[in-house]
């Protein structure tokens, strides 16, 4: 497994921006697609985008498409998340996590073996 730290969240109005990072270690971190999920209070937790180990190729899930960026950088071990234009229903914990060594990239909780702790991101109206 690898080991992930969350940064970056925060209270931003409407309409605003954060970008979130995840910090890896533990393994090599080219070999392993990256994503990120929310969870709201009493809700599952969500896709919200992934990116595959080579970095080539990137998915989002339709309620953030055209709003938010996924990126890596293997050379500092880090997956950001852009995201624009936040709207209240972004509100949520969000979390980053890795896949095992040159599996794909998913949309499902279940094909991910690391987790980070998760960072608060609150839109406010």
């Known amino acids: 497994q690898v080991q992930l730290v969350e940064s970056g969240g925060g209270l931003v109005q409407a309409g605003g921006s954060l970008r979130l990072s995840c910090a890896a270690s533990?393994?090599?971190?080219?070999?392993?697609?990256m994503a990120w999920f929310r969870q709201a209070p009493g809700k599952e937790r969500e896709f919200v985008a992934a990116?595959?180990?080579?970095?080539?190729?990137?998915y989002y899930a339709d309620s953030v498409k055209g709003r938010c960026t996924i990126s890596r950088d293997n050379a500092k071990n880090t997956a950001c998340l852009q995201m624009n234009n936040l709207e209240p229903e972004d509100t949520a914990v969000y979390y980053c996590?890795?896949?095992?060594?040159?599996?794909?990239?998913?949309?499902?909780?279940?094909?991910?073996?690391?987790w980070g702790q998760g960072t608060q991101v609150t839109v406010s109206s």
């Open positions: 996590a890795a896949a095992p060594p040159y599996y794909s990239a998913s949309a499902y909780p279940r094909e991910y073996d690391s």
């Open positions: 533990g393994r090599t971190f080219g070999s392993y697609a």
């Open positions: 990116i595959s180990w080579r970095g080539d190729r990137t």
